[in-house]
């Protein structure tokens, strides 16, 4: 049974940087993709960037896009989210999903995804 564990999150100032990790275990060979969402407080749970398990192709959302870098290391089934220059705004629950090859949905939706991690919590300081 896949698994997925998402860890990394803290309080961070906004001139610093962190680096989220979401490991995968059990199942890998069936993911399509990983992606990273986020959910504030009083707010929705939003895309921030999805990247494929085979070939690495990245997708981001505006807000993000410059910022934060998504990158996977097949070797240790474990995709990483890389926030520089985090602002206050970032401030949120992030969460990791794994979409499977039978769901084709875009990457942006979160129903796109089959199975998701525990949170881990990003408090940005200014």
């Known amino acids: 049974q896949l698994q997925l564990v998402a860890s990394g999150g803290g309080l961070v100032q906004a001139v610093a940087s962190l680096r989220l990790s979401c490991a995968a275990s059990?199942?890998?060979?069936?993911?399509?993709?990983i992606g990273w969402f986020r959910q504030a407080p009083g707010k929705a749970r939003e895309f921030v960037a999805a990247?494929?398990?085979?070939?690495?192709?990245?997708y981001y959302a505006d807000s993000v896009k410059g910022r934060f870098t998504i990158a996977i290391d097949n070797a240790r089934n474990t995709v990483y989210l890389q926030m520089n220059s985090p602002k206050v705004e970032d401030t949120a629950v992030y969460y990791c999903?794994?979409?499977?090859?039978?769901?084709?949905?875009?990457?942006?939706?979160?129903?796109?995804?089959?199975?998701w991690g525990q949170g881990t919590q990003v408090t940005v300081s200014s």
């Open positions: 999903a794994a979409r499977r090859a039978t769901n084709s949905r875009p990457l942006v939706w979160r129903n796109a995804y089959d199975l």
């Open positions: 059990r199942g890998t060979f069936s993911i399509n993709a």
């Open positions: 990247i494929r398990w085979s070939g690495g192709t990245t």
